[in-house]
């Protein structure tokens, strides 16, 4: 509850607090890595008069880590160099951040679009003055105070569009950018390239199958529609057909690609969407 820890109850700020999140994680994750890196010159100062496995100096041992990094790996696992070096790496940040961006798409969309996630109000009948109105109402269901199409509402508006475009729309669109890249870079000969890209992008291709690498991007694209359903409709017959039909068509892809590695995780997913479709 975010009026746990803020000193004030306006809404405004608790939802863009929200929204925020994620730019806050990537903040840290990069005040983490330069200090990783101001810190490993100065250890590498002193593992290099220990370990001989690539060169002297701290200097060409950073050096011939940035020129051939797939020896340097190949050494630190021997243990004539330590693990730390390959840990203050850029393409393991980019990871980390891409699983948590990963694994939280539902709750950023259900954020982004909770503006118009909205409910009715039971009574239409409102006294204005001497009058007496009737009125169809509707509340954010995230924010109870706040009505649909109030200023408050307009206002922020802009703020969940973008939200949504950017951590969403802009997260798609990078896997999709690394789904067509990943023939190409996994085959280079420049071995700096290919390391960056396999360990940045190991959150969304490791886990599957290697002619199916690309089903990390429909996965997702699954998870957020299901996701954006409540608020496309406000019928409940309707949402609970669309329902249907995204986890059907999803089972029926999953069962013809099986893209998970092991075949345990295949049959548990095709089994849990199965029982889902007929909870509905």
């Not at 405004?12 to 607090?17: D, F, L, P, Q, S």
């Not at 010159?41 to 011939?64: D, I, P, Y």
């Not at 699954?222 to 017959?237: C, D, I």
Request: charged share 15%.
């Amino acid at each position: 509850n975010m009026a746990c820890w803020t000193s004030t109850n306006d809404w405004t700020v608790h939802y863009a607090i929200l929204l925020l999140v994620p730019l806050l994680v990537a903040f840290y994750l990069l005040v983490m890595y330069l200090v990783g890196k101001v810190l490993s010159h100065s250890m590498v100062r002193s593992s290099s008069r220990r370990h001989k496995g690539l060169l002297g100096t701290s200097k060409e041992v950073l050096e011939a880590m940035r020129k051939n990094p797939v020896e340097a790996a190949k050494k630190m696992a021997k243990g004539e160099l330590p693990e730390w070096m390959l840990m203050v790496n850029g393409g393991r940040v980019i990871d980390v951040y891409g699983t948590i961006m990963y694994v939280a798409q539902i709750s950023l969309a259900s954020n982004s679009i909770s503006l118009i996630n909205t409910y009715e109000h039971p009574d239409p009948v409102y006294e204005v003055g001497t009058d007496t109105v009737v009125e169809r109402r509707h509340s954010v269901r995230a924010f109870p105070e706040v009505l649909l199409n109030s200023n408050a509402w307009m206002g922020m508006l802009p703020v969940s569009i973008t939200a949504f475009c950017v951590y969403n729309l802009g997260f798609i669109t990078y896997l999709t950018w690394v789904n067509l890249s990943a023939p190409r870079m996994y085959s280079t000969l420049n071995d700096r390239h290919r390391m960056l890209f396999r360990l940045s992008t190991r959150f969304v291709i490791s886990k599957f199958r290697p002619g199916v690498w690309w089903w990390g991007e429909v996965n997702l694209i699954k998870s957020l529609l299901v996701a954006v359903t409540p608020v496309l409709t406000a019928s409940m017959e309707l949402r609970v057909m669309m329902l249907a039909v995204v986890i059907s068509v999803y089972t029926v892809m999953e069962f013809s690609f099986l893209p998970w590695k092991f075949k345990a995780a295949n049959f548990l997913e095709i089994v849990t969407n199965i029982t889902i479709m007929l909870m509905l």
